[in-house]
């Protein structure tokens, strides 16, 4: 029903940046869903990292990422971004977006309908 895609993962070195993206895609899709980023490191549980809502561009972030991480959203393209700076070796994990159906921010795993098959980013101590 919604396809995610994710893109722009890679091999950075401790302070340095990226930029990922998802592209939404699907008939269903609207702009009443909220998008959320998350990651997962090996060996530990799934976390969240940011979330924004399509239609008012409501954002939120987790304490580890905040001030570092930036969400965006092209409605236009039907892409959502995270901008990563000073990125840190604990930052290192496959980075996932996901989506479903609400007017808010969701932060919680278990709520998101939707999964991106993951894009790894690794930092460099």
């Known amino acids: 029903q919604v396809q995610l895609v994710e893109s722009g993962g890679g091999l950075v070195q401790a302070g340095g940046s990226l930029r990922l993206s998802c592209a939404a895609s699907?008939?269903?899709?609207?702009?009443?869903?909220?998008m959320g980023w998350f990651r997962q490191a090996p060996g530990k549980e799934r976390e969240f990292v940011a979330a924004?809502?399509?239609?008012?561009?409501?954002?939120y972030y987790a304490d580890s990422v905040k001030g570092r991480f930036t969400i965006s959203r092209d409605n236009a393209k039907n892409t959502v971004y995270v901008q990563m700076n000073s990125l840190k070796p604990e930052d290192t994990a496959v980075y996932y977006c996901?989506?479903?159906?609400?007017?808010?921010?969701?932060?919680?795993?278990?709520?998101?309908?939707?999964w991106g098959q993951g894009t790894q980013v690794t930092v460099s101590s």
């Open positions: 699907g008939r269903t899709f609207s702009s009443s869903y909220a």
């Open positions: 996901a989506a479903r159906r609400s007017t808010v921010v969701v932060t919680s795993t278990r709520d998101y309908e939707y």
């Open positions: 924004i809502t399509w239609s008012g561009g409501m954002t």
